[in-house]
């Protein structure tokens, strides 16, 4: 069924099993202790997972252009023995394995590198604080020589490729955009000019190399920046690169700053794949392409279609090591589907932390945490499906207990089928599916649509009860809050009360701006990659039919400073954007005075105010739901988790991490 994902492919002279890339991810694992012995483990898993050839995360070529020491380096020899450790377990476990050569020019923070960025020209990226200083020739040439001189490092440390990286707005790519470069002499100008530092860097690491030896470069394919590189200059550098040697074409888009998302969960899958197919026109040397291909059967299906040679999957391989292994044999209700959240990933890098994934907490702890059979097994009851209880139940089997998982409600999720429902969420119905099939598969007594009660738990014999019950809506002490017209996020979601057409919600985060987005929105639309690349106008909505969006209004209402809070950084920015355009209105920092039956009375700027409104929708916070804990007897042992536990800053990624955390403590 996935014969074009699975059939063989060679890169120079590098044969891989099949056209899966795992594509490259800085994890931040070489900051910690055991650094290198972390990302070894990290990286053998996805060997073992049957990845077509792993991308390291960047390996910074220059110490200006890296992150500092919690980075991989490759300006100088002593760089190579740990790297050859790595290449040596990767070969074992029956992997391949490219080293990614990287220089983040205007991107890279002074605050990790103790060093100024250098840049093309002395423009300050608005993602940096530190404006670059400019390059002058010496630098460019000894920048140049840094990449090779990495790449005779990486092939002697046993890499089987290396990547030049040359996409997502990092100094190769700065050089060859007019945005980024606006010099005058021979490195800027015109196209020439411009792809010159890319094109001599392909030649070097070439030369530096051999010519059997595999390169690829991730080109930019897409800036999604206005006035960036044209398409038909795309495709003349892709036309160059092939002609010096270059032997596969990763195809990167957007930049780090651009105002267009390229990776987040509102992205619908494969949106971007048309523009390998563009550079795949014009050359003979594998494309691959990238961004939101989760799934191997779409894989198998861009490759069917010619839309590229090979398939990048980076996020993928966090959420699940195994995803080409199990999708080989047919398995796909078991693999654990990356819904491109960004919250433990992307967002902790940014955030100056260890990448992991939300669905699948082990990423990144492959070196220190693994799920081995229980000493003694237990009768254990987990009381509540959301996705803290889905995990603790899932776990627990895993390791050999004796698993029951009680949902009063009469379906699985808790949550996750609030979420589900928002447009451009829908990915976490992958995250339900994989919980749902799991669950079957590792014989969990599941009672759904019924309430646990202490007399049945004694009944059954349990010994241990993981309480996952979640929260109850926090309904603020204002006056007019029992009017009819007044309901909880949680009753609008279900889908219990109606909605009408002048919307007060208060509270703003995370929640309130997913409620919102559900209520602005005329149907739970599947987001169909044309629809969201009119919006952005990357293609014309004329082609595709634009988005239909209710005539709605929507206040949101926060006596603090922001709005959003509890979204991630990498998503925050692109939700709110999306809400204003669609009339949303968001105060902040006003005071409440009342809901009355038509609007609700707040102190704004100090003035008084009625915002209309026919539904008022508290969306204001939560308290735990512990509703079994005190009736249960003395020798049941009790693990709190999730809401439950805390309802304060619950997100599905602390409730799965919870869950598993328990999972592995019975
Ligand atoms: N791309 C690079 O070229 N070099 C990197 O070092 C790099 N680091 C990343 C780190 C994280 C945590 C993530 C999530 C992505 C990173 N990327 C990097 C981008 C990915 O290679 C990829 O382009 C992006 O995640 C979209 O593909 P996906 O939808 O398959 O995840």
């Known amino acids: 069924m996935l014969s074009h994902i699975f059939q063989p492919i060679q890169i120079a002279t590098l044969q891989l099993p099949n056209r899966v890339i795992m594509g490259s991810m800085h994890v931040g694992l070489e900051a910690l202790d055991h650094g290198y012995e972390r990302l070894t483990a990290f990286y053998v898993e996805r060997a073992k997972g049957e990845a077509g050839l792993i991308v390291t995360g960047g390996a910074a070529v220059l110490p200006e252009g890296g992150g500092g020491a919690g980075f991989t ?42 060093l100024d960025p250098v840049a093309p020209s002395p423009l300050q990226a608005p993602i940096n604080r530190t404006a670059p200083i400019e390059m002058d020739e010496e630098l460019i040439l000894h920048t140049i020589q840094a990449f090779a001189d990495a790449a005779r490092r990486a092939k002697e440390a046993g890499f089987d490729a290396v990547e030049i990286m040359g996409s997502e707005g990092y100094l190769v790519n700065q050089f060859l955009s007019p945005v980024t470069n606006q010099r005058s002499d021979g490195w800027g100008g015109d196209l020439k000019r411009r792809a010159r530092f890319g094109l001599e860097i392909a030649r070097q690491v070439k030369k530096a190399v051999g010519p059997e030896y595999p390169v690829l470069f991730r080109m930019s394919g897409l800036d999604v920046m206005p006035n960036s590189t044209t398409v038909e ?14 032997d596969a074409l990763n195809i990167g888009i957007g930049w780090h700053e651009s105002q267009v998302p390229t990776i987040s969960m509102m992205v619908p899958r494969a949106s971007y794949v048309w523009v390998a197919k563009e550079i795949k026109a014009a050359v003979g040397i594998p494309v691959i392409a990238s961004n939101r291909i989760n799934d191997v059967r779409l894989a198998n299906q861009i490759v069917a279609e010619g839309h590229s040679d090979l398939v990048s999957m980076a996020r993928p391989f966090l959420a699940d090591p195994y995803i080409v292994a199990k999708s080989r044999a047919g398995r796909f209700a078991e693999v654990n589907t990356c819904i491109a959240c960004n919250q433990a990933c992307l967002d902790h890098i940014f955030e100056g932390k260890t990448a992991s994934c939300l669905v699948n907490p082990l990423a990144g702890r492959e070196w220190d945490i693994s799920i081995t059979p229980a000493e003694k097994t237990k009768k254990v009851a987990v009381i ?30 808790g949550q996750l089928n609030f979420a589900s429902q928002v447009p451009g969420k829908s990915e976490f119905k992958e995250t339900l599916r994989y919980y749902e099939n799991e669950l079957r598969r590792l014989g969990v007594k599941v009672h759904l649509g019924e309430e646990a009660t202490s007399d049945k738990l004694v009944a059954e014999g349990v010994s241990e009860v993981v309480l996952a019950t979640g929260v109850i809506p926090r309904s603020p002490e204002l006056p007019g809050k029992e009017l009819p017209h007044v309901v909880s996020y949680a009753d609008v979601f279900t ?14 985060g995370g929640i309130a701006c997913d409620l919102s987005h559900l209520l602005v929105t005329n149907t739970t639309l599947s987001a169909e990659a044309g629809q969201y690349l009119a919006e952005y106008g990357i293609v014309s909505a004329k082609s595709y039919g634009s988005m239909q969006y209710n005539k709605r209004s929507i206040t949101l209402l926060r006596r603090g400073k922001h709005v959003g809070t509890g979204l991630g950084k990498t998503t925050r920015w692109a939700v709110l954007a999306l809400l204003k355009r669609h ?16 609007g609700v009375r707040i102190i704004e700027k100090g003035q008084e105010a009625i915002i209309p409104a026919d539904t008022v929708i508290i969306a204001a916070g939560s308290t735990p739901n512990r509703i079994l804990a005190d009736s249960l007897p003395a020798e049941m042992k009790v693990h709190l988790i999730g809401g439950a536990r805390e309802a304060g800053e619950l997100d599905a990624k602390r409730a799965i991490w919870e869950g598993m955390s328990v999972g592995r403590e019975v």
């Open 73 to 114: 380096n490759i300006y100088a020899d002593e760089h190579i023995p740990p790297l050859y450790n790595m290449t040596r377990a990767v070969h074992e476990a029956g992997g391949r394995i490219a080293l990614q050569l990287f220089h983040a020019g205007r991107y890279a923070y002074k605050e990790m590198t103790g």
């Open 233 to 246: 200059e795309t495709v003349q550098f892709a036309v160059w690169l092939e002609e010096l040697g270059i």
């Open 384 to 413: 509540g499906a959301g996705p803290a209880g889905l995990e603790a139940a899932r776990v627990l089997a895993l390791r050999g207990h004796d698993v029951s998982l009680w949902e009063r409600n009469n379906r699985l999720g």
């Open 495 to 508: 889908g219990k009360v109606p909605v009408g057409q002048q919307v007060v919600i208060i509270g703003a």
């Open 583 to 598: 009339g949303v209105v968001m105060k902040t920092e006003i005071e409440y005075k009342e809901i009355l039956p038509d």
